[in-house]
């Protein structure tokens, strides 16, 4: 990668001052319409003082609900709250991808200016309190009775969940891997649909760099991760792995101590064995890469030091937004298995193990979505594998506090100097 | 009131049986274009395969989001999610004015069959989870930055969310009572609505009898309220009195002790007679008469006495779901209430006490809402402070504890008998 | 089952008015200190004016964190919320069993009092709602940091969570069965216990008859799933499986219709036969028996039966409550398996894939224990697939209705008379 | 104040390096126990195994739970929720008073080192997660009947939620100020507690400073707030009140634009007025004391400014935290102000308008607390009153970029330069 070391050290360009209107990735097929002719009518409108159904388009909007049972002839009032639901999550899918077109176009910078920092965090937060209410929001459902839900099931036929193209848009733009997925009925997630603006957006989807890859060179960009002069050896890195080795050291003499009864000590050696690989599994960048062919990992083994980093030094001032970005990133993993999970346990109750129209149950193939093989950052749950405890954690020389301390920013004139100094000079993590 | 006596004690007529496809009132203006021809079309396209798309009509509800700031020409990211939270809230609006309105058409019926209360029962526990919902919601408006907010706000005025057309209707459907409405700057809220379709559905809110009516109707019918041949004292009430009498007689003599030092005695016998004034503001109809004049109580006090019976023996079979209709009813008001509270606290967060366009503070009026004035069921929430003592309550005679636990329902073709002997004969409450 | 047929047709009997102090099953070896005789003391204190603190014994309760990382040297403030969120666990735990024990003393009697059902289901919507407060809770540990937890979690060697004797007690209390419990390094769960209290408790835990097992007879007893004098043709199953096969004909030969190009009919006839199969492995009762042996399944065929028909017929007064029932069973479980899923997704961010002390993953464990072999009610979410469309769905006779109508229970005198006719003359399910 | 100005702008000391053992303030009577001769025992024990059930002194805590029906004779079983939820608060309230101790330890220096704001705004986040809990769990004690809470009320008399020595030290300790509490039967909340220790405790968390106070010490030293030199007239607010003027002046001029109809000129100069009387208010420092006085704002001059700023500049990374932390600090205040509504609620339904056993009301004392009166940072709320669009907020200059994007901190032996810097040199707010 071209990127400069360092969240922001690239030399200050008029593009690092980032057009928040044009940020944005386009976001759906649906979108586009927005952008047609009418709206110049309605700002007319507007001045001429537009009201809140106007605004909200409610008229429109208020008009979508068609019971499929009431043109049937007979209407099934659960049929109701399960349009009205459904549409209220797509609005709210509309919105998420909204936000996180968002922060990907941030982050879709090498240059990330770290006074966007908070939009990065407000954007995911926003995103994670959304996904809270949307597994609550299952429960509504809940309230359908099996019974009635059987009544108006017929009329939807084929139509499915699997046919949204948001949900599928919003997992490829947060980097679900297509060869992860599972399969219904033996046919690719796209098999579904079929007009071609719908295709295309799927496509982009899976070009485009998912939020999974762009935080992958945000991490990788983390500053001190390499000594001055990107020497490896003054960096974190070189500092972690003595830690590393002073810390299984000492484990391994508690193991061996001929104090200790021979079972237990086979016992301890056999744990110091264990932890000693565990260790080597993320020192050892073939290893890390092993492990990534067989997709039990994700990230790049440098994105993961930087990860690793952050969580050992999240007090640094440049590292606790950083650090709340991990969390969330974790949260909104937590949160879509939640809603998968509130999911497959409705869909239990409301069909059993029915089988679906393609002939294999619809309940099996969502309970196996509920997964690891789901969750896109994945990687960071486990980052604490990899803690060491306190007294062993390498204290930082002033100069690695400093840069800690000191966030780039493209406003600042003086900014490049202080950031040129980064690269040239040193953060030697040890206190010299 | 023409109606007999008990839930369902009348003879049985076609008429009870429900058709569930037409209990419900009409909803509101919006609902109208439902009914229109398009759907005739719409219905054949299903046959050929409807998509779950077209089944939602994605199209036309994801292209309902048109921000007023992009239009301004300088897109403010944050009025994406002001848009797309409103119309989730008027969506769910419509579901919960849909559902209200099968219950009042449940109830809308002098006789309301037995086998219809689970409905009843369902439609409130359902609004509650929507309800829980939405107060939740209002939290992901918080992410809202101030200062971004300001920016976009402008090009709203003058459309405010007093002009929400659903939100005044669902308030007289469940009978906030007009003449407690408090005004916004002096104005009617009806006068903030133009088009005479908004205003007809918003006239006939008003005078269709509201859920608040609809259920003090059905209170008042509570079947053991009076005793066989309607005699009124052998019914409940009657009995109550009796209890009541009592237990007033134990607390004074208990007061008037002559070993309390007077000081104490003094003051047990102040208590005595706040409590003998409470219990009598129940107990006789003009006191309570007199508070419904003041608005400090709103339900007719036959309605009263059946609510207290309940409260009583809700162990009955036959109490146990009118109990839940109760605690479900007392909910949509806690709901609404903290709904309206957490809209107050995010105007305050976002507004400050900024001035309104009419030139006084919105938070302060909706603040002003924030009241018992707009509880509707806060009868309900004082019944408690007549409770008895267990050991003062009057036993169940085995006629009524036969009564409490044979419903009515007109599948029964002996129901009539049944019920007509709970007219005919006898239900003292007293164990004879 | 010597238990006479139908929720109470039991002679009336002394034993049936149960003495709410009586019904508990004893909670737990904690709770024997409790009848103690300091108690006697206390009492005359509370006469003299007991305070808040004294009452809810504050000075007791909040001496009891004792963080071990301040005994070592060094107070870890992540410590004091590690100890008292597992308290405020272990209190609420107290409470569950204290209200599963009341549950299950109430069905705990060959005759069920239908005065009593809304214990049942109160008793049971508190259990639920005490552990969606549970489930939420956990998101409170998140905010530990996992390198503070790793501070102080080597003070906890050996203390481990697998400990909590409480958390067991509940799992066998509702029914968790031991031939299907995971082992945890290859241990027997008991292993860990050592106080013969402990080991008494847990025994006895497992010999009660659990939630699972009560609900199960109580299932079994439900009012109208045989005919007059038992007769099983008159019964629901009887006319159930009727219908079964007439919905079944007509899938067959709509799959058949020579109309259907050969490849749909093909999937259609093959269709068919899958629904025919599930079918016929509820009707054959020797199918169902087969699965219960392969334990994918757990409920007596009678019990399923009973289930099945309060599934179609809960809009009748006396299925009502019922229906809640197995609504909140199927909610415990649930949230108890969401509980188990934020422990484990907790556990994760605090010690990724870190060895427990015993050699073998916690993690693991843990999310192995995130499956369907924990939940107690499984059968009652595969109910729906046992559906059949409405029109199918067998009327109830006048006869049945009356006995789905009239609830029996020990305070009516007549009430036997009645609960006699229903053994004795007649409850044909179908109008005649 | 002898602080220098700056968040840190202190000459490192040693004391500012903050030794987590003890920064606490104790927290409570309760705690004294804590420290006593028994743990040393304990250790010992631990040493050789201690287990899940001894580590969190289950025998202990679980045999806390002492219901009084039972003493008296007959057992009510709401009575063992009623204990243990009540204690689950006092668990939860000694938690959150542990943690705002440990927050206004760190802020209870006048410099505050920037690596321990992550600590602030985590302690923070957690108390705000912990009162999400509480106000939920109200909803748990809504299960209790009524009817059964009069059974075992009479037995607490006169224990009294008042009575809690926790709740009130919270208060103190947040900074509700004793003159705007509201009285209870014209009695001083320290009435109702007798042992010295507990008004010893109270004594203390009156007079030692509140999170209020220490907040508002905190937002003087706002960085940036005054010029170099600490010269006014270069620093924000200088900047700020030049900025209103504009704003004002146009607002003005377009109310006075010729063009509008007379009665919208007059409306809109009459909004002007308001407006501009409402931005005096904030910058005549008078003013702002004045409505000091009348308690209807708190916070000093010199803390709104900081405030202010923060709002206004968020983004810059010395603030990003500081925001996070104002909008936990109102958090704080919602919630408290939720838990008590749910509260009053609670009461209602369970007691009614009863008598409390002093003579008066406590529903009507507890809704009187409900109030703004009890908003400890009420002020901030209100901030969002004098924000200004845009276009109008001083631009910073970079050499107050660098200001704001330069933490300080103990560790960095730079710091000191680069602080003095601050001080010396000049951190004008416009580009020049």
Redesign the interface.
């Known amino acids: 990668m071209a990127c400069p070391y360092g969240y922001g050290a690239a030399e200050p360009t008029t593009t690092s001052v980032i057009d ?2 044009k940020v944005q990735f386009e976001t ?1 097929a ?2 586009e ?2 952008a047609n002719g009418q ?2 009518v ?2 007319v409108e ?1 001045k001429m ?18 019971l ?1 049972s ?3 002839g ?2 099934v ?1 659960d049929e ?2 399960f ?6 999550y ?3 899918f ?2 998420i991808i ?2 996180i077109d ?1 922060v990907r176009g941030l982050l879709n910078n090498c240059v990330v200016d ?6 990065i ?2 954007g995911l ?2 995103t994670v ?2 996904l809270k ?1 949307l597994a ?2 299952m ?2 459902l ?2 359908m ?3 009635d839900f ?2 108006f099931r ?3 036929t ?9 949900f599928r848009l919003l997992e490829n733009k947060l980097g679900v891997l297509p060869e992860r997925r599972i399969r219904y009925n033996a046919q690719h997630y796209k098999k ?1 649909f ?1 007009h071609s603006a719908e295709l295309d957006a799927l496509e982009k989807s899976e070009t485009e760099p998912s939020l999974l890859r762009l935080m992958e060179s945000w991490l990788e960009r983390t500053p001190g991760l390499k000594g001055p002069n990107g020497k490896e050896e003054e960096g974190f890195w070189s500092q972690y792995e003595q830690a590393v080795n002073r810390y299984l050291d000492d484990l391994k003499k508690d193991a061996e101590n001929p104090e200790h009864p021979d079972p237990v000590r086979d ?1 301890l050696i ?2 110091y064995h ?2 000693s690989d ?1 260790f080597r599994s993320i020192l050892d960048v073939e290893k890390h890469n092993q492990q990534r062919k067989y997709m039990d990992r994700v990230l790049s083994h440098e994105a993961m030091k930087g990860a690793l980093m952050i ?2 030094y ?5 590292f ?2 950083p ?1 709340q970005i991990l ?1 969330y990133l ?1 949260d909104i993993d ?1 949160l879509f ?2 809603w998968r ?1 509130n999911h497959v ?1 409705l869909v ?8 679906g129209t393609g ?1 294999s149950s619809g309940f099996l193939y969502l309970r196996s979505t509920v997964s690891d093989k789901y969750k896109v950052f994945l990687d960071l ?10 007294q062993y954690i390498p204290q ?1 020389s ?1 100069r690695m ?2 840069t800690l ?5 493209h ?5 490049s100097a202080t950031e040129g100094s980064e690269d040239e000079e040193a953060c030697s993590i040890v206190r010299t």
């Open positions: 928040e209107s759906s649906h979108e319409d927005h709206e110049g309605n700002k507007l003082g537009e009201t809140y159904g106007d605004y909200l388009q409610l008229g429109k909007l208020l008009s979508c609900q068609r499929q009431t043109e049937g007979h209407t009032n109701h709250l349009i009205v639901i459904h549409q209220a797509e609005l709210w509309k919105q909204f936000d968002i770290e006074t966007k920092t908070l939009r965090v407000s937060e926003r309190r959304i209410l609550d929001q429960h509504i809940e309230t009775s099996p019974l059987v009544e017929k009329f939807l084929p139509a499915s969940g699997f046919q949204s193209l948001q579904v079929e016992q056999a744990e264990k932890t565990s969580y050992f999240r007090e640094m001032p440049r606790s937004q650090y969390t974790m937590s298995t939640k999970y346990m239990q109750r409301m069909l059993g193990s029915k089988q002939g749950f486990n980052l604490s594998t990899w803690l060491i405890p306190r930082l002033p506090v400093k301390s000191e966030h780039s920013n406003l600042s004139g003086g900014g």
